[in-house]
């Protein structure tokens, strides 16, 4: 109603529905709320209700809200249907959070499936950055000696090296962070349905966390252990 009557009382109205067999014009006598529809889409899909009698199907679906265990009154809706034709059959009776999960067990598959390889990234390139970045530093070993020659403090040296980290990681952050963002979009429809966004803010946060400790760590460590080791035996050694 808001998409195609924006602002307006379409109670009355009337659109067309083109089928292979015909066109059939509709007339509007209510407005229900939005309803997520089969195909998974964040936003819904347009949906509309039609009497039975102007559109029989095959199969139908009774959905009933319960207070209390919704598996204890599965007789009683059995009873029910068949008080209005006996002969109608009742195969399946499922909980609403089993109907989803049925739905969704292939997203859920592909979720579990993507998080493994996501966790294996994770550790892959925690170790990657902490043995690139400890190496570079330990290359620095010299200047390093140098500076703490000519009168730098152990800490000073450290913070240099630390702030001159940070700004790498800074840009590699960055520059993941709009990549994650834009390939986000190819598994939104995968994740809908499963509790998880997209764009989930502990993923977001989290990872850059951790990658950006594990580099800070491994900034920290060799330039440390450098800043503390005699500056004369350092260049003798070089």
Do not use: C, H
Request: aromatic residues 8%; proline residues 5%; neutral net charge.
């Amino acid at each position: 109603a808001n998409r195609f009557w924006p602002g307006e009382n379409v109670v009355g109205a009337r659109f067309r529905i083109v089928r292979a067999e015909a066109e059939e014009w509709i007339q509007i006598i209510g407005v229900v709320g939005d309803v997520r529809s089969p195909r998974e889409a964040e936003e819904g899909d347009p949906q509309i209700y039609i009497p039975f009698a102007q559109n029989p199907q095959a199969a139908m679906i009774v959905l009933a809200r319960t207070a209390g265990d919704p598996e204890s009154v599965g007789p009683d809706l059995r009873r029910a249907v068949w008080a209005v034709d006996p002969q109608q059959p009742v195969d399946e009776m499922r909980t609403l959070n089993e109907a989803i999960y049925q739905r969704q067990s292939g997203n859920y598959a592909l979720v579990m499936l993507f998080s493994t390889f996501a966790v294996f990234a994770l550790v892959m390139a925690a170790v990657g950055i902490y043995g690139v970045m400890s190496y570079s530093v330990s290359q620095r070993s010299a200047e390093i000696s140098i500076r703490r020659a000519l009168g730098a403090e152990a800490n000073d040296v450290s913070r240099m090296v630390l702030l001159q980290g940070a700004k790498m990681l800074l840009l590699g952050i960055a520059v993941g962070l709009v990549g994650a963002f834009g390939l986000s979009r190819l598994i939104a429809g995968v994740v809908v349905g499963t509790g998880i966004s997209a764009t989930d803010p502990v993923t977001f946060i989290g990872v850059p966390v951790i990658l950006g400790t594990v580099a800070l760590i491994a900034n920290y460590v060799p330039a440390w252990r450098a800043a503390r080791i005699d500056p004369m035996s350092a260049l003798r050694m070089e």
